[in-house]
Nanobody, 124 residues
Framework: QVQLVESGGGMVQAGGGLRLSCVAS????????KGWFRQTPGKEREFVAG????????YYADSVKGRFTISRDNAKNTVYLQMNSLKPEDTAIYFC?????????????????WGQGTQVTVSS
């Protein structure tokens, strides 16, 4: 059973930045595609960013393009989400997830394992 553990969330003022990290427990999935999603109360989980196993391809939601950067370090079994120019509407619980090979990066149904989430709060 793969476990994903996120860290790095917190409270920040609008315009600030945070870096989220997600470590996977199993080395066997170090080269799997991974993604970040976010969720607010009463809403469905929303795709934020995805990255291929090699890190050579990245994918972003339109709402975060130019502000967020996803990256990975396979030697550390870790994926990162650098978030800059944060806005109050970025406030959410952020989840990392392990993509099922061959599935879409953009939909939650394409991921098999999820972390517990980390809260990001952006104040205006």
């Amino acid at each position: 059973q793969v476990q994903l553990v996120e860290s790095g969330g917190g409270m920040v003022q609008a315009g600030g930045g945070l870096r989220l990290s997600c470590v996977a427990s199993e080395r066997t999935v170090s080269t799997y595609g991974k993604g970040w999603f976010r969720q607010t109360p009463g809403k469905e989980r929303e795709f934020v960013a995805g990255i291929s196993g090699s890190g050579g391809s990245t994918y972003y939601a339109d709402s975060v393009k130019g502000r967020f950067t996803i990256s990975r370090d396979n030697a550390k079994n870790t994926v990162y989400l650098q978030m800059n120019s944060l806005k109050p509407e970025d406030t959410a619980i952020y989840f990392c997830a392990l993509r099922r090979p061959g599935s879409s990066y953009y939909t939650a149904s394409g991921y098999d394992y999820w972390g517990q989430g980390t809260q990001v709060t952006v104040s205006s």
